[in-house]
């Protein structure tokens, strides 16, 4: 009985500690990169494998300055972002870009998605290597 009380445990308790790990990631290697920006309030991060995607909608507010940047471990490798607007336009590619954020200002209040899709790599092994992907939103009012 006591050994699957630690399994169970161990089970619940996991997740909790990727996400503790993912936390410190963004609060060491992410934040900083925002420059001048004021971080916002939300904490955008998840634990991602190969192969996987995530989603994410937001809300950028008129008269407002804003970076998005996307931060992930290295583990991951180049990890493709998307930004789309209400109706589904891509308004943001990072295929066409050499940095991992993007500077702009928002002219009235919109929902954006933001699409993440972290490479499929073939594993030489049975191991599934994961890594943190953080979402940072910094702004900075128009004076």
Do not use: W
Not at 113 to 133: F, M, W, Y
């Amino acid at each position: 009985m006591e050994r699957k009380a630690i399994i169970v445990l161990l089970i619940v308790m996991l997740p909790a500690f990727a996400f503790s790990q993912c936390r410190r990631f963004t609060k060491v290697s992410c934040i900083p990169a925002l420059g001048e920006y004021i971080p916002n309030e939300n904490f955008n991060s998840a634990v991602l494998i190969p192969g996987d995607q995530a989603e994410l909608m937001m809300t950028f507010y008129a008269g407002q300055d804003y970076r998005v940047l996307i931060c992930t471990e290295d583990i991951l490798g180049e990890v493709d972002y998307t930004l789309s607007d209400e109706s589904g336009k891509t308004i943001f590619d990072s295929k066409n870009m050499d940095r991992g954020f993007m500077d702009f200002s928002v002219a009235k209040t919109q929902q954006v998605k933001v699409n993440l899709s972290v490479p499929d790599r073939p594993s030489t092994n049975q191991l599934i290597h994961e890594g943190c992907a953080t979402v940072l939103i910094g702004y900075k009012e128009k004076g």
